[in-house]
């Protein structure tokens, strides 16, 4: 799986403004993918996923993009406000019967800035 | 309806001690998941149950880590002779569907263990 490190990147919004948080996976045959919010003390919230046989999909003011070629997963959240500052987690399963464990990436700490 | 709960929600230990941690998961889920997540991490994976049956234990860190799901609802994580390096949240969640069919997982609030 992919490593972790011990100190979450930081992107830092101001109110309004759209984010876009990135992420890189790891094995080229997951074939499904999920993006959680993880709010200081609580457990990971489902945001959105997207299956590998689709390159977009949206949500309410969330969008995720998936790019197989370079195993890309972004998300992009529209209007940011300060209720969505937060770590947000990409994940990835690997339809092989082994399940449906969670491959989590390395998260991203976002900050909404009033 | 409830989402997944999870208790205790913090627990201190000596090492040394055992400890064992609660997970109710939403009514009807078949699938449960067990995950470690250390300090600035990402959650890591430990074991799963399927109903009653694990089917995979092959996240769990060493022999002193020990899941059950006897009914097939609830279940206990159990760490015996904890360590320090076992300080970490440790995360349930549930699914509605087994195995082989992706499903959105959905997350207790965690329980955080700090060995000293």
């Known amino acids: 799986g992919e490593s972790v490190g011990l100190h979450l990147p930081t992107l830092s919004v101001q109110e309004g403004d759209n984010s876009i948080i990135n992420c890189a996976y790891s094995?080229?045959?997951?074939?499904?993918f999920i993006w959680y919010k993880q709010e200081s003390g609580k457990g990971p919230q489902f945001i959105i996923d997207i299956r590998s046989n689709m390159d977009k999909r949206q949500g309410q003011r969330v969008t995720v993009l998936l790019n197989k070629t370079v195993k890309h997963l972004s998300l992009q959240i529209a209007a940011t406000q300060p209720g969505d500052s937060a770590v947000y987690f990409c994940?990835?399963?690997?339809?092989?019967?082994?399940?449906?464990?969670?491959?989590f990436g390395t998260g991203t700490q976002l900050k909404v800035e009033l | 309806g409830a989402g997944v709960s999870q208790s205790p929600r913090y627990k201190v230990a000596k090492r040394g001690q055992d400890v064992a941690l609660r997970c109710d998961p939403i009514s009807g889920h078949v699938s449960l998941f067990w995950y470690q997540q250390a300090l600035g991490q990402g959650p890591e994976f430990l074991t799963y149950f399927q109903n009653e049956a694990q089917l995979d234990k092959s996240g769990l860190p060493s022999d002193r880590f020990f899941a059950e799901r006897p009914e097939g609802s609830v279940s206990t994580l159990k760490i015996q002779r904890t360590q320090q390096e076992d300080s970490a949240v440790y995360l349930c969640?549930?699914?509605?569907?087994?195995?082989?069919?992706?499903?959105?997982?959905?997350f207790g609030p965690g329980t955080r263990l700090l060995v000293l």
């Open positions: 969640a549930s699914s509605t569907i087994p195995q082989g069919v992706q499903e959105t997982q959905y």
């Open positions: 094995n080229s045959a997951s074939d499904y």
């Open positions: 994940a990835e399963i690997l339809a092989s019967g082994g399940g449906n464990k969670l491959t």
